[in-house]
Every structure is written in structure tokens, then in C-alpha cells.
């Protein structure tokens, strides 16, 4: 379980460490999130203790909510002041995403099925 943790922080660093060197916008654990998804298409299998540490970790995944909870709610005026803009743009933001998916689950069933013809 070690190899798999020092797996996440390693991902996690280098995340944190090219937006910082390049002063990106998106968040280090976010960059972090990526690596480690080009190291899993390229290894193209996990591995147990990686298995094992991410199954620990979101046990207490929800508890990583409550301080996004409480940025709501000291931000409450903010939010009520700009009401229309976030629900509009979580509205669009929603359909487009579904559609998306949507479409890229009819390319991926079409590309196995073409695949299990052979």
C-alpha cells in the first residue's frame, strides 16, 4: 500500500510543482489527478497497492465536502447576487456534459462492437 500512496503523492507534486513553475489557473491536485491518469493509460493496468490506497481514501471522501459546504455558505451574498449567472451556467454546463458523454458512450460501444466482429 506504500508504493501506491507514494504514487499519489508523486502525482500530487507534480502537479503542485507545473502550476506553480508555469502559474496556471488549475489547481496543482487537479494537474496531479491528470498525470496520474496518463500513468494508468500508459501502464495501461493499476496496480493492487494503488488499489488499496485509493480505496481508503474514498471512505472519507465525503468528508472533503464540508469545507465546500462552508465556502457556500460564508459566500452566501456573493451567491444570491449572482444567482442567475451560476444557474445558468451550471444548466448549460450540465446539458453539455450529458451530451457529451452521451456521445462519446455511442463511439466507444460502436468502436467495441466493430472490435468484437473480428
Known sequence: MLKGIITLLVCQFLGECLAK???LLVPG???GM???L???LIRKESFKSLDNAVFIHLKYL???FI???MGI???IDIITKEFWAIFVSLLFGTIIAIAFCAKLMDYLTIRK???NEY
Open 29 to 31: 491536485p487537479v494537474i
Open 62 to 64: 465525503p468528508m472533503l
Open 21 to 23: 513553475l508555469f502559474d
Open 67 to 69: 469545507p465546500a459546504a
Open 34 to 36: 491528470l498525470i496520474l
Open 73 to 75: 455558505i460564508t459566500q
Open 38 to 40: 496518463l500513468f494508468l
Open 113 to 115: 462492437e466493430s472490435k
